[in-house]
């Protein structure tokens, strides 16, 4: 998968918590999940549960800890998808 | 230094659904899933836990300039109920924080320190959504969420 589909995929899921919807508009791989799009902190976890449904992979707490962008997010689906 | 967090209970219900498969796995071990379901009243133990662990995170990131996802490693302890009151402990890191909180059936607030002292000292402010300039009032504290507005004074 590469990186523009892998974007493409990941998308839907954030804009669907995101609460600065203007923000979405214009997702690249800086965005803050919290920061930028404003994801209140307790939809962090239904981003990662999204994640882990969509991409068919199991995010570790460790990797969870630092998700907290879309460029972060980005390098965490591509490693398990690596390893799966 | 002082942290507090307050969450709307209605915002809570609809933009989170913890019945949802690995959500409360995700924030809350094993002790803490415990006293969520052993209760009558699972919803308020997951946001009384949430605010504990989420006003004891917010000191955490202030002081070491970290931002972090880690809800299982703020871990709630020693959690007492009274009426509509509660207090506890949450542990990060190597920190523990002191956690007091009030609640009815519309928000849970929870403050926390690390000296539990400076918990009695406080003067705290809950108020509808930024009715006013609250940042000219130097609250030492903010958190918003939903209808709520929280401030804290030391």
Known sequence: ?84 | MIGNDIVDLLQAEIDSNWKRKGYLDKIFNTEEQFMITSGIHPSMIIWLLWSMKESAYKIYSREAKLREFAPLKLQCNNLIIHNNTATGNVSYENELYYTESVFDEHYIHTIASTQLEELEKVEIKITGHALFDYKKTKPASVSHHGAYLALVYL
Do not use: C, G
Request: glycine letters at 0%; zero cysteines.
């Open chain 1, 1 to 84: 998968m590469d990186r523009a589909e892998l974007i493409a995929r990941l998308t839907p899921i954030i804009t669907t918590y995101a609460q600065d919807k203007d923000a979405v508009a214009s997702i690249n791989e800086n965005t803050d999940f919290i920061k930028d799009l404003k994801i209140n902190s307790a939809n962090l976890v239904d981003v990662i549960l999204d994640v882990e449904e969509e991409f068919d992979i199991e995010i570790d707490n460790l990797s969870m800890e630092r998700m907290l962008t879309v460029n972060a997010a980005i390098e965490i689906i591509e490693d398990k998808l690596r390893t799966k």
